[in-house]
């Protein structure tokens, strides 16, 4: 089990306390033996675990980015980035070693105090819960259709069953909430949610799989043609548009408040890098394959949301089901993303909140509360705030940023241990010039579009 470090015992109480009578005390070294994960979760469940966090939403919006930049930076991007979130991942394990903690946000109070711990708690918190919203605002498209400029796009359920009162957006959400989020999100350990990431990862598989074939066949009938190799750069304009395309990289890697959790319940947590590095290969496979085919199918006509594209005829046989089949599969994978997401945002919110009391595991009243109150926020975030998307562009540019690569870098470049290497310096450096420079960019940008598109 790993070893809390006195910052970490500063903001935790021992649920072992000499306080406690002997019985109970029995009871929670039991309770925590099993949190921890001494009864052991596995490589592949970590590998699935990891990759399920991974691979969210990110995925669709990458052919677009590579549209932007050009098939070949595109692809390079996508594999550079990979190897910093590797980088940067590296580096929080080693100090996390170096400092005895258990927990990521315990290795920022190691290098920046109680100060740092909880700005990162912050921007995890608004990540995560960004994403959350989003997932669930996307799984409502796919199910029950959206408006987008004024035009109605039918979900699933309408074209399969017509508009009912339970094929209406707010029924199917709240199902979705009662019988597949709430019974997935009462889980207490990461790993028992291995068999739903696994099938996630799969899923996804699944819309590489139809798409690449797609793309193949039109390929070979000659209805389509390479994609541009090269970015188009015509003004200034176009030139800084280039940058926002890093913060959507770093958002698809994103990963890092899950990796105490899986590691800590690791049967050998001397397994982490392995796992780490198998994930992250497995996870730019499918990136690659389908910015690739998703690109080459569809060409200029890519939009930010690649999903999107899949509503309406792709020009060979079976297209409608196809169109279904890659729509219905990309909503389960976001419902069975979900829970693994909310996993590390209850544990940091708890944190945040209550960061001197024993932790949530062994607390029933706080756990179902905080998720309570968490997913109550998502769904009502989801279904009744419509600008919500607007305001998580700016967050989620800056949190996702800072948690992949500026907390890292800059634990790194403090190094308080004295265990940082020459590659390690030259890396964080590049980590914070690329996400300070890139969501500068992006979140100037997304201001001037929004007042632009009011003013216009």
């Avoid at 000659?222 to 188009?232: A, N, Q, V």
Wanted: proline share 4%; net charge neutral; aromatic share 10%.
């Amino acid at each position: 089990m790993t070893i809390q470090s006195s910052v970490e015992r500063k903001y935790r109480k021992s649920p072992r306390a000499p306080l406690l009578p002997q019985a109970q005390s029995q009871k929670h070294d039991n309770l925590e033996a099993h949190e921890a994960g001494i009864d052991g979760a596995s490589f592949s469940g970590a590998v699935f675990n990891l990759s399920t966090t991974i691979v969210g939403a990110g995925i669709m919006a990458l052919p677009a980015t590579v549209k932007e930049l050009g098939l070949i930076p595109g692809l390079i991007m996508i594999v550079l980035v990979g190897w910093l979130t590797e980088s940067s991942i590296d580096m929080i394990m080693r100090f996390s070693r170096a400092s005895k903690s258990a927990t990521y946000s315990g290795v920022v109070a190691d290098a920046f105090g109680g100060a740092g711990r909880t700005l990162l708690q912050v921007c995890i918190v608004v990540n995560n819960l960004g994403m959350l919203v989003v997932y669930m605002i996307i799984i409502g498209d796919v199910l029950s259709g959206a408006w987008l400029n004024g035009v109605h796009h039918s979900g699933v359920t309408e074209e399969w069953f017509g508009q009912h009162w339970w094929t209406a957006r707010f029924t199917l959400l709240l199902l979705t909430t009662l019988f597949v989020f709430l019974p997935l999100i009462s889980f207490r350990r990461v790993d028992s949610l291995r068999y739903t990431s696994a099938l996630s990862v799969g899923l996804a598989i699944v819309f590489v799989v139809i798409t690449a074939g797609v793309a193949i066949v039109k390929t070979i009938d000659g209805s389509i043609s390479m994609p541009r190799l090269l970015p188009e750069i015509s003004n200034k304009a176009s030139f800084w548009k280039l940058f926002t395309t890093f913060p959507v990289l770093v958002t698809a890697y994103i990963c890092h408040h899950n990796i105490h959790p899986i590691e800590n319940e690791l049967k050998d947590p001397t397994q982490i890098k392995s796992i780490v590095r198998t994930s992250i290969t497995l996870c730019s496979t499918v990136y690659i394959a389908t910015s690739f085919f998703g690109l080459l199918l569809f060409g200029d006509r890519t939009l930010d949301d690649v999903l999107a594209n899949f509503d309406g005829d792709l020009g060979i046989p079976y297209s409608s089901l196809l169109d279904d089949v890659v729509r219905v599969s990309y909503g389960i994978h976001l419902m069975l993303v979900f829970p693994i997401v909310f996993f590390s945002l209850r544990l940091n919110l708890d944190g945040l909140l209550f960061s001197y009391a024993i932790p949530i595991a062994f607390d029933n009243r706080r756990f179902f509360a905080v998720t309570a109150a968490l997913m109550g926020f998502i769904f009502v975030g989801a279904n009744f705030v419509p600008s919500i998307w607007d305001a998580f562009q700016f967050t989620g540019a800056t949190a996702a940023v800072s948690v992949g690569f500026i907390f890292p870098a800059a634990i790194a470049l403090r190094d308080t241990h004295g265990i940082a290497t020459k590659n390690d310096r030259l890396a964080s450096w590049l980590m914070i010039s690329l996400a300070v420079s890139s969501s500068t960019v992006a979140v100037s940008s997304d201001i001037y579009s929004i007042f632009n598109g009011v003013g216009g």
